[in-house]
């Protein structure tokens, strides 16, 4: 897999995390302390400048009550 694919993949779980963070009406601070992460990471993973570790993402996926499949399904971001 090339830089550019990974770039993207990057962007769309960012703008997935976003997406569901506002659908659940959370602030930055509220999800990132449900995930226990701090709220600049979640700023990084949102604006797509931070590869997120397995964990972080398994962290999200319980903060926002999803499966990792379901927060993992990055079509249409």
Known sequence: MNNVRNDEIIKAFGNKVRFLRK???YTMEKLAE????DYRQLSYIEHGR?????????ALADALQLTLSEL???DGY
């Open 50 to 58: 931070f590869n997120v570790t397995i964990s972080t993402i398994a």
């Open 72 to 74: 993992l399904q990055l």
């Open 23 to 25: 659908e659940k009406k």
């Open 34 to 37: 449900l995930a226990g992460i």
